[in-house]
C-alpha cells in the first residue's frame, strides 16, 4: 500500500512538467514566430493574456474539478451544461478582459479603420471566436486527464501485481521453511535410535542450518556461494544416517569469488526428493548431486538417484516440496528456467537450469 502511494505522488509530480510544456506550446511559442524582428514580442503576449487566463481557467476547472466531480461518475449532462455555462461566462471575461488590457496599455488599441466597422460585429467576432476555443481546450483537458488516469491505472495495476506477486513469495517462504525443517527433524530423530553421538553432530549441523534459514534466507536472492554452502550442510547432516549400500557423491562448482545470486532453498526440496525416493534398505543405491555455474550467470542443478518409488501408504507429504519450488520458479523466474525430469532405467534425473542474468535483465527494463 505505501508503495502503491508512493506511485500517485510520484506520477502528480511527472505531471507538473507536461503542464508547462503544454502550456508554453499553446502560448510561448507562437510568439517567437508573430514579429520576426524581435526574439519575444511583449506586446502581443500582453494581448494575448486574456485569451490565456481563459484557456486555462476552462482547462483547469475541468481537469481539477468538472471532470473528476461529474464525467467520472457518468453524469454526462450535467458535465455538458456546466461546460456550455463555464465557456460562456469565460469567453465574455476574455473579451471584456481584452478591453481593459487596451485601456491600460494604448499600444494595444486596434487601428482606427477597424473601429469603423461595426463594434457589436467585432464583439460578437471575438466571442464566438473566444467560445470555439475553450471547447477545443475542454476537450484537450478531457483527453489530457483521461491519459494521465490511464497510466496511473496502469501503474497501480503493475504495483499491484508486484505487491501480489511479493505477498505469494512470502507465503511459499513460509510454507517450504516447516516443510524442509519438518524432514530434517525427523531424520535426526531417526539417527538418535542407533548413534546418539552422530545424532549430536547432526544437531550442530542443524543449528548451522537453522542460522541461514532465519537470517539469510530473508532476502529474495543470496549469493550462490553461500546457498552452495548451505546445501553441503544439508548433504553432510543427511549423510550422516546413509547406510553403507547408499554411494553419496556430489559435484559443486562455483566461484568463490562470483557475484551470481539465487533464490534460497531453491534447490533443497530437489535434494529431499532424492533422498527420500534414492534410498534403499537391501538394494545398492546411488545419489548423485551437482550444482554447476556456467558462463553468463547460467546456474544448472543435477540430481541422478536410484528410483525406488514410495507406496501410497508412505506418500505422506511427499510432492509438497516440489509444488513449492514449482510455484517459487514461476513467481522469480519466469521464463528463465528450464526443468526436466527424466527416468532412465533405474535412475531418476532431475535437471533444473536457471538463467539468473536473464531474470536480473528482465527486472532492469521492467523497471524502466
Request: hydrophobic share 40%.
Amino acid at each position: 500500500m505505501d508503495q502503491l502511494l508512493q506511485s500517485r505522488h510520484k506520477g502528480k509530480r511527472h505531471n507538473v512538467p507536461m503542464h508547462i510544456l503544454l502550456w508554453g506550446i499553446i502560448f510561448i511559442l507562437p510568439s517567437f514566430f508573430m514579429d520576426s524582428e524581435r526574439i519575444f514580442n511583449w506586446l502581443s503576449f500582453m494581448r494575448s493574456l486574456p485569451e490565456m487566463l481563459g484557456f486555462m481557467l476552462v482547462f483547469y476547472f475541468n481537469y481539477f474539478l468538472l471532470i473528476n466531480k461529474l464525467l467520472y461518475k457518468g453524469k454526462l449532462k450535467e458535465f455538458i451544461f456546466y461546460n456550455l455555462l463555464l465557456i460562456v461566462v469565460t469567453a465574455f471575461l476574455m473579451h471584456y478582459g481584452r478591453g481593459l488590457i487596451e485601456t491600460l496599455i494604448p499600444e494595444l488599441r486596434p487601428r482606427r479603420r477597424f473601429m469603423r466597422q461595426g463594434a457589436n460585429n467585432i464583439h460578437l467576432l471575438f466571442i464566438v471566436r473566444n467560445s470555439t476555443s475553450l471547447f477545443l481546450m475542454t476537450g484537450l483537458s478531457v483527453a489530457l486527464k483521461m491519459t494521465v488516469r490511464w497510466f496511473e491505472v496502469d501503474n497501480e495495476r503493475k504495483e499491484l501485481a508486484k505487491a501480489k506477486s511479493e505477498a505469494e513469495l512470502q507465503n511459499l517462504k513460509n510454507q517450504i521453511n516447516p516443510h524442509f525443517l519438518l524432514n530434517t527433524l525427523n531424520n535426526i530423530y531417526a539417527l538418535i535410535e542407533f548413534d546418539p553421538p552422530k545424532a549430536q553432530q547432526a544437531v550442530m549441523d542443524l543449528s548451522k542450518m537453522l542460522r541461514h534459514l532465519l537470517y539469510e534466507n530473508n532476502q529474495t536472492f543470496v549469493p550462490l556461494r553461500q546457498e552452495a554452502t548451505f546445501m553441503r550442510n544439508y548433504i553432510e547432516l543427511m549423510r550422516i544416517r546413509l547406510p553403507e549400500n547408499v554411494k553419496l557423491t556430489t559435484n559443486f562448482s562455483y566461484s568463490e569469488s562470483g557475484n551470481t545470486l539465487i533464490s534460497p532453498l531453491i534447490f533443497i526440496s530437489l535434494i529431499e526428493n532424492a533422498f527420500k525416493h534414492g534410498i534403499s534398505g537391501e538394494k545398492p543405491s546411488l545419489i548423485d548431486i551437482s550444482l554447476i555455474e556456467h558462463p553468463e550467470g547460467k546456474v544448472e542443478f543435477i540430481s541422478k538417484n536410484s528410483y525406488f518409488p514410495k507406496s501410497e501408504s508412505d506418500k505422506s507429504g511427499s510432492g509438497i516440496g516440489l509444488e513449492l519450488v514449482k510455484k517459487k520458479l514461476e513467481l522469480l523466474y519466469p521464463d528463465s528456467y528450464q526443468w526436466d525430469t527424466t527416468i532412465e532405467g533405474e535412475f531418476y534425473i532431475t535437471i533444473l537450469l536457471i538463467d539468473t542474468k536473464r531474470k536480473n535483465d528482465t527486472q532492469l527494463l521492467d523497471r524502466g
